[in-house]
């Protein structure tokens, strides 16, 4: 049976970093992280926009060749295509995933750890000394031994499953995601767009975020209980044919975002979940790859803790889940509250607010200004806001949308 100190289960973000990390801090463990794609980074499910703040505490996006592209304005679009402009030089990046998650996975081997793709957790099961992992290969079937296993498994996790832990989503929290990369489009290659209407992506919102000159990956997300029965690519090809009625589809990707709220208990005995196994995405905005990134840091960094301790209980483990709520957990509270207020929000309301907003210079808009907007649309709101707005960091943290 293969012993293994770190176990770490999914490569995408959150499983790479946290093997990254976990090989650096306890320097001589045994860590891997299993991927069961044949490759990291791809297929990309996934509209590839991060926060220039948030990439940064990782790697040098400048000139980087994981990088699509520099952003530096958001263009909120209202249903009647007013267009609110939110400035700012060093908003983000668009990465291409492709060549990005190769990246961490050279910086996690470099650090010690092994990175094996094709390879897949196909089941979890307690021993006395640690968690017993059935892996499956293309070399057939074993079972291997983990001190510590992280379930950084994505959005359709079964690590957490499989040890216990509560990971079920309420079907308001689960959008449906369409995607097409689009030619011969028509937009400010230095802008991400974003549409939030009922009408065109009812409990979600329609995106466009450049990939090169004339290229974007036009998406939108929706939530079942506020559509009609129609799919997520229904709404697309109608929001692409009022859009952009000449682009030329080149791809196409679907794909679930989870919109809750971080699972109750992150953590059980030996075993730690990070990124979106954990909901760990941004509620309002849907941004998982930076905090799958954060998160998965933090987990690699207690699981070397934990070993070193000698104490990979879930007592002990307890403190990760504590620093992942101080981080992002707790803010996340109020972008949920600010998704279903703008969710609760006609079209007409955003057209107006929208309208309103534009009052604002636009050297003085920023999104965390244009959520107080909507916010006096929704004064029931406003005890969270208030809690929300105290502290300056917290205005950043809006504008950085991470
Ligand atoms: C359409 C769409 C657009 C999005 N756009 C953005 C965006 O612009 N910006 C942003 O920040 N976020 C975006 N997201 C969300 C973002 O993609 C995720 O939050 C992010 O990828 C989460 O990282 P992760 O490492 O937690 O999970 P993932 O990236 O999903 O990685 C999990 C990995 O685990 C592997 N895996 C699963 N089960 C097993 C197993 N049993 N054994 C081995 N391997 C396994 C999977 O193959 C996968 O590679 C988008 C999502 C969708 C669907």
Redesign the pocket.
Known sequence: MRKLDVLV???????LVAGWEAALRAPGAAVAV????RA?GAPV??????GAAGIREFLDPEGAPWVSRRITKVIIVAPDDTEVVVGGKDVGYILDRTRFEPVLAELATRAGAEVLLG????GLRRGTEGWEVTVRSPRGEATWLARVVIG???????VGRWAGLETRVAARDMES?A?YVVANVDCDPDAIYIEFSQQWAPGGYAWV?PKGDGIANV?L?ITALHADGRTARQYLDDWLAHRYPDGVVTGF?V???ITALTVKRTVTDGVLL????AHM?NPLS???????MKA?RLAGRHAARALREGDTSAANLQAYHDEWMGLLGRDHVWYYKMKDAINGLSDESLDKLARTVNAIPEEKRTLGRIFAHALVRNPSLLPAAARFFAPARREESVDAAD
């Open positions: 289960v999914g490569g995408g973000p959150a499983g299993l991927e069961r794609d990291v499910r996934c509209a590839e926009g991060v390879t897949e957790a196909a950084a498994d994505g959005v359709e996790s079964m995601a995607q975020f998406g997300g990707t794909g679930g975002l990070a990124g979106d196994a995405i849907g941004a998982g790859i930076v905090n799958g998965g």
